[in-house]
């Protein structure tokens, strides 16, 4: 699908973890372009209006994170993918403040006057959180068709990303390709 076919979306949402899930989301979607994304309307809007090239570039940049982590998280030998994260993930964290949140944690975030640079920043916050955080012989890539999610099995018996969605179609498939199978046997004994 080209660019021009894809459908260009501005995620908003003032809750960081929210956004970063949506965002994972967005990813997947094979008809869906993550323009930017924000806390607020008036954010997004005034960010896109001042400085449309360097949203651009951000989104770039945004999506060559995304790709590096994807690569470091299923490529233990890909020390290219790794360094790429770790720039940024050093990046962020000369940016990061410890803000005061509820209780019971409080919490870190990238100052909002790091402009544009400050959702790419939180991504690659949470990137390097993850890398530090995860055993990633425990990170495993779904087999489903056309889904590729990347999912945490402590457990190293889990196949699919959700047994509700990959799991049972690869389940229907089966069950169609048994039928068409002995569908034709049964012709061509009759
Ligand atoms: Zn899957």
Redesign the pocket.
């Known amino acids: 699908m080209s660019a021009e076919e894809k459908i260009g979306v501005v995620l908003v949402d003032d809750h960081a973890v929210v956004r970063s899930g949506l965002e994972q989301l967005l990813a997947t979607a094979p008809d869906v372009e993550l323009v930017a994304s924000a806390t607020n309307g008036q954010e997004a809007l005034d960010r896109a209006a001042d400085d449309p090239q360097g949203a651009v570039r951000q989104l770039d940049r945004a999506r060559s994170l995304r790709h590096a982590l994807y690569a470091a998280c299923t490529d233990a030998t890909d020390d290219a993918a790794w360094e790429a994260v770790a720039v940024e993930g050093r990046a962020a964290a000369s940016q990061a403040v410890l803000s005061r949140g509820n209780a019971p944690g409080h919490r870190w975030s990238i100052a909002p006057d790091a402009g544009l640079e400050r959702p790419v920043l939180e991504l690659a916050r949470e990137a390097a959180d993850l890398l530090a955080r995860t055993d990633m012989r425990r990170v495993k890539a ?3 068709s056309h ?3 990347l ?1 945490l099995d402590p457990s190293g018996r889990r196949r ?3 047994m509700e ?3 049972n179609r690869a389940k229907a498939r089966r069950h169609a390709e048994r039928r068409r199978a002995s569908g034709r046997s049964g012709r061509k004994g009759g």
């Open positions: 779904c087999p489903g889904c590729g999610w999912f699919w990303c959700s969605v990959c799991g």
